[in-house]
């Protein structure tokens, strides 16, 4: 009976909701699942990358000239072992990380100004959110930063492994707990979150925490690569709960024998390096027909589904699991092997390794192809054919080593190139440029400006003020059964469907929330 009471709740809810949309006819029809896209046109010479900044060695902002000294005398900074790894833009800055693979990193998070306010070529790097924060040694500063990601509020979440000098063998090796930290960049780098990994997920002094990418969905959660050799996998980190745990899947998360060697502008290579890249791919599936019947659950849910792409850095391979499984902490606790295994989709071989990919808000990815000295594009829409994969820059000079790339408010795609091969050998020469960061308009943004939808515009989980207050409680905008996040995404999607193009994207979310709470809510009071 109760079963029956729910079916015919879930009926009620069905079809208020068709009738909104019938009632809506006389209105202009919107696609509320659209992603947005920046409002200023790309011209077609600014779809071709160019280099926006290079540098032959690194070098900080210090005070004054003789605190830099005292630095270089003292080997706090030894510019041939500063490295840069990510870059993301926000606002009119780029923020980039700086790993402490080799001593004499001074800071491993900073940022430069954004080139159209910034005359040099070569900036220095301003330690962020201050020098203090970035003191080697202080477990309760940023140690080895190495990705980073941006939300769509402004938060920065930022990954720190703990761990110091991984090129080098002795024992003058930092090691702290591994964490993550969620700064206010609206805020000048507040601290809105300090989170420590467990031992148990991710172990401090043997783990490689490396790329990450922030889910919008259920109060937020972070996908981040370890690609240390003892326990690959990806670490899961929810905002709402405060908790962490980790992915593990041997087929397609570990070195692939056939792409351990490789060579880099004439220089040979033998890595055997395991996950390393990620990206999340959009809610918006177009190819879902705005006509296709709402009660198809499992076609529709397919709008409200994001997949997080990986790849090892040594495979020719690309790799996919929902995101609703890796968001499922009860699933991952009692699934086997052969269940993630089950969910993984290989789309198949590109032409060489990747270090890095981004997906933007279109549903495109961009990575890089290390062997081939190029950036490619897929849309991820179609299928991973050669015919589908695009290199849109290819040059053996200007591109060695593509790493990590942001996607700005303009929706301009910045590309780190650093050389990595040579760094890691002891070969960069100081008399040649070894760091570039590339850029071209794209037309798109990044993957966090996803559309509001019923996962995403609960208020209650948005974070706190300008004034520093904690978390509202706004009252629940949607009510789900269940104890997961799976089992909310299936619920809802068969509430949404396809349905949702004819209504403006906040206003029916909230309606349709209000009506679940309001079915639901009756449901009980009749138990």
Avoid at 22 to 48: H, I, M, R, Y
Wanted: hydrophobic share 40%; aromatic share 10%.
């Amino acid at each position: 009976m109760a079963l029956g009471r729910k079916l015919i709740a879930f009926a009620l809810v069905l079809g208020c909701a068709l009738g909104q949309q019938s009632n809506n006819d006389g209105l202009q029809p919107t696609d509320s699942l659209s992603p947005p896209t920046p409002s200023v046109p790309t011209a077609p010479g600014e779809k071709q990358f160019r280099v926006v900044y290079e540098w032959n060695v690194l070098d900080f902002a210090f005070t004054n000239e003789d605190e830099r000294a005292q630095a270089l005398y003292s080997g706090h900074y030894i510019p041939k072992n500063v490295l840069i790894s990510d870059c993301k833009p926000f606002a009119n800055r780029l923020y980039l990380t700086i790993p402490r693979m080799l001593p004499g990193v001074p800071a491993t998070l900073g940022y430069v100004v954004r080139p159209e306010n910034n005359g040099r070529t070569d900036p220095e790097i301003v330690p962020f959110p201050s020098w203090e924060m970035n003191e080697r040694g202080n477990c309760s500063a940023l140690q080895f930063v190495q990705g980073v990601a941006i939300d769509k509020h402004g938060i920065m979440w930022v990954v720190d492994s703990g761990r110091t000098e991984t090129l080098t063998r002795g024992k003058d090796h930092v090691v702290c707990p591994p964490k993550i930290l969620l700064l206010d960049l609206k805020r000048n780098g507040t601290i809105v979150l300090r989170y420590q990994f467990p031992e148990t997920v991710v172990p401090a002094g043997n783990n490689y925490l490396n790329k990450i990418v922030v889910d919008d969905a259920f109060g937020g959660f972070a996908y981040i690569t370890d690609n240390s050799g003892a326990d690959p996998g990806i670490v899961v980190f929810s905002r709402r709960l405060t908790r962490s745990w980790k992915v593990r899947e041997n087929n397609s998360m570990r070195a692939a024998r056939n792409a351990v060697r490789f060579a880099v502008n004439g220089t040979d290579l033998n890595f055997s390096i395991h996950i390393d890249s990620i990206a999340l791919g959009p809610y918006y599936n177009p190819n879902i027909s705005p006509d296709q019947p709402v009660a198809d659950t499992l076609v529709n849910s397919q709008n409200y589904e994001r997949n997080v792409y990986y790849s090892p850095l040594s495979s020719y391979h690309i790799y996919s699991l929902p995101a609703s499984l890796l968001r499922d902490p009860e699933f991952n606790a009692r699934a086997t092997p052969r269940d993630i295994l089950e969910a993984v989709v290989d789309y198949g071989k590109k032409e060489s390794q990747t270090d890095g990919m981004f997906m933007d808000n279109q549903g495109v990815l961009y990575f890089g192809l290390l062997g081939e000295h190029a950036i490619a594009k897929w849309d991820s829409y179609k299928p991973f054919t050669e015919k589908n994969q695009q290199i849109i820059a290819k040059d053996a000079a200007y591109i060695q080593w593509v790493d990590s790339m942001g996607i700005d408010h303009e929706g301009y795609l910045y590309v780190v190139v650093n050389r990595l091969h040579n760094f890691v050998a002891g070969r960069l020469n100081q008399l040649e440029v070894n760091f570039r960061i590339l850029r071209a308009k794209t037309g798109a943004l990044s993957y966090v400006y996803t559309p509001d939808n019923l996962f995403n515009s609960d208020g209650k989980f948005l974070y706190s003020g300008a004034s520093g207050e904690p978390f509202a409680d706004n009252g629940l905008v949607y009510q789900y059964e269940g104890t997961t996040p799976a089992s909310s995404r299936l619920a809802a999607a068969g509430i949404l469907g396809a349905s949702g193009a004819t209504a403006n994207t906040a206003s029916f979310a909230g309606f349709i929330g209000a009506l679940v709470l309001c079915a639901v809510t009756g449901m009980i009071g009749r138990q």
